[in-house]
């Protein structure tokens, strides 16, 4: 089965710029998803597709894929955008989905 | 609104079995698969299966199979999760999550939303 990979923490100044990546075979024939979780709380999506947002979701998130990378991308970052954050996709050679491996971004 | 209400936390001993529901409403409950997640204390998203409601159609990881059961009943909108010969390991918080997909010129993206409240499940002697 496929792997997505994720750095395991980032972090970012308030206000500033971050990007968290996922690797992996499947971003070849799949755009991810991308998934935000506080702690006690449901995962929530924030980006899907080449860089769609759900209503409600600010537009200081957006995503990028290319070749079998795809970054998220918090473009002056908040206290509230603190979380783990996660990719998700199709494991084409499984017949299944995974998940990435997570990324905790740390807002300074 | 669109919700899955899952049912209340479970204590179970090593070796038991478990069942879970997910209670859908407010959206044609044939038309979205329904994926299951777990998630181990301080772990991250682990993937176990999906199912049709429409007909009944699964997929698992190879990590569950045979030892995971998801089933639906249209009648009442509700999807289960059986996971037997729990051990510790089993420990973890278990949630639903409805399916999207879409086609975007030569790739297709799928994405979860929303996603139940989640299920404790303590696996404990």
């Known amino acids: 089965s496929s792997e997505l990979t994720q750095d395991p923490a980032v972090s970012v100044a308030l206000g500033q710029t971050v990007t968290v990546t996922c690797q992996g075979d499947?971003?070849?024939?799949?755009?991810a998803s991308w998934y935000q979780q506080k702690p006690g709380q449901a995962p929530i999506v924030v980006i899907y597709g080449k860089n769609s947002r759900p209503s409600g979701i600010p537009d200081r998130f957006s995503g990028s894929s290319s070749g079998n990378t795809a970054s998220l991308t918090i473009t002056g970052a908040q206290a509230e955008d603190e979380a783990d954050y996660y990719c998700?996709?199709?494991?084409?050679?499984?017949?299944?989905?995974?998940f990435g491996t997570g990324t905790k971004v740390t807002v300074l | 609104q669109v919700q899955l209400v899952q049912s209340g936390p479970e204590v179970k001993e090593p070796g038991a079995s478990v069942k879970l529901s997910c209670k859908a409403s407010g959206y044609n409950f044939n038309s979205h698969w329904m994926h299951w997640v777990r998630q181990a204390p301080g772990q991250g998203l682990e993937w176990m299966g999906v199912i049709n409601p429409n007909d009944g159609t699964t997929r698992y990881t190879q990590k569950f199979q045979g030892r995971v059961t998801l089933t639906s009943d249209t009648s009442t909108t509700t999807v289960y999760m059986e996971v037997r010969s729990l051990t510790s390991e089993d420990t973890a918080v278990y949630s639903c999550?409805?399916?999207?997909?879409?086609?975007?010129?030569?790739?297709?993206?799928?994405?979860?939303?929303?996603w139940g409240q989640g299920t404790l499940v303590t696996v404990s002697s």
């Open positions: 499947s971003l070849r024939i799949c755009y």
């Open positions: 998700y996709c199709r494991d084409t050679s499984a017949n299944s989905w995974i």
């Open positions: 999550a409805r399916d999207w997909s879409a086609m975007i010129d030569t790739k297709t993206t799928w994405w979860l939303d929303p």
